[in-house]
């Protein structure tokens, strides 16, 4: 059976989409009638063509984020455990999910299951959904006859990473409100009520202190630039985001960020950790070493690391055990060599670099704790200080005049 997505007017003329399985638009059709629904419009869903429904499918199947990959595979999993047939399991999916394009997607999923295809080959369909590591996990765990631990191990994974990311975006949410009202307080100050304070001072012909004639030139620079400023600034994001998408230069800009000092051990113990955790799974469910190198190395966000990781392939595939290889890069941390190279001696290498990735992911996350702790207290300390700035550059020529008077 095929995955339709139809249009239908319903009893109050009311315009309805969805999608629905059957063998031809014909039956879809009368299956809509059955319901009491005029069809308007019926495709298959795998033919979306340039309509702009499928556009915004292909579109919602590249931004599928962690919760919803987190929470349709942990479904799959538990249905698969269960011994389903799975193309039940598949059309259970596409029934709990609310939203229609992950609902489409699972029934095209389902069809292709349905005509003999794999469940490796059918995810094919969403490159851009289930990334290569998924689909590498799905495809060995079925070769093995163990898809139902391996779609556990998925479910985990994609689980313990929505976790992460979910820490990461509640630990940067204060700062980042924090910074936004700091600026925003200030250029209001600058732009609406410094003006109307030092502006008694100006026509003054004593000379103002040198604190209140900064003031007042920012202030005059603020309110006639700042629009300027800030298109530039959108301009120049615009302009950076557009010339990273050359892989040369995203490289050297990569690079450039492992020089900065504090930076690039964040950013080094976050991709190797990354990597270790995917080469972990992608090993426990089957997957070759050398296969397994590939598709962790393509997890990797930094393209020096990446690259790093290329070479480690390269020399294991020429013989070297991994440790050796690992070892003769400089980007990875050397608690991850050893561990790494116990894993080899006592034959458990998966659980080694498991336990790598944990003990890299929690000194890392000790490490942006300690990072948010300290920068909490510092941008109050700053805040105050630009604010009691502003106040001394407004009460010194109040100052001067008093004297004046006595």
Known sequence: ???????????????????????????????????????????????????????????????????????????????????????????????????????????????????????????????????????????????????????????????????????????????????????????????????????????????LPPLTVGLIWVSDFMRAYALYCLVLLVAAVMLSRRLLQHPGRRKRWHMLLLRVPGLRGLLIALDSARFASTLSILMASGVPLIHALRIAGAVMTNLALREASATVSVAVQEGASLSRALSQEAFFPPMMVHMVASGESSGDLETMLERSALNQERELEMTLGTIMGLFEPAMVVFMGGLVLTIVLAILLPIFDLNTMVR
């Open 1 to 207: 059976m095929t995955a339709f997505r139809y249009k239908a007017l319903n009893d109050e003329g009311k315009l309805v989409k969805g999608v629905l399985e059957g063998d031809s638009d014909r039956q879809v059709r009368g299956t809509l009638r059955q319901r009491h629904l005029r069809p308007v419009e019926v495709a298959e869903a795998t033919n979306a063509g340039g309509s702009g429904e499928g556009q915004r499918l292909r579109w919602f199947a590249k931004r599928l984020g962690a919760g919803d990959l987190a929470l349709l595979t942990r479904q799959l999993a538990t249905l698969v455990a269960s011994a389903l047939p799975l193309d039940e399991c598949l059309q259970a999916v596409a029934d709990q999910s609310r939203k229609p394009a992950i609902k489409s997607m699972m029934l095209q999923v389902r069809s292709k299951v349905a005509e003999g295809h794999t469940l490796a080959h059918a995810l094919n369909q969403f490159p851009q959904a289930f990334g290569e590591m998924y689909r590498a996990m799905v495809n060995a765990g079925e070769e093995a006859g163990q898809l139902a631990p391996v779609l556990e191990q998925l479910a985990h994974y994609t689980e313990t990473r929505q976790h992460t990311a979910q820490k990461l975006q509640m630990a940067l949410i204060y700062p980042f409100v924090l910074i936004a009202v700091a600026v925003a307080v200030v250029s209001a100050l600058m732009i609406f009520v410094v003006p109307e304070l030092v502006g008694i001072f100006t026509h003054s012909k004593k000379a």
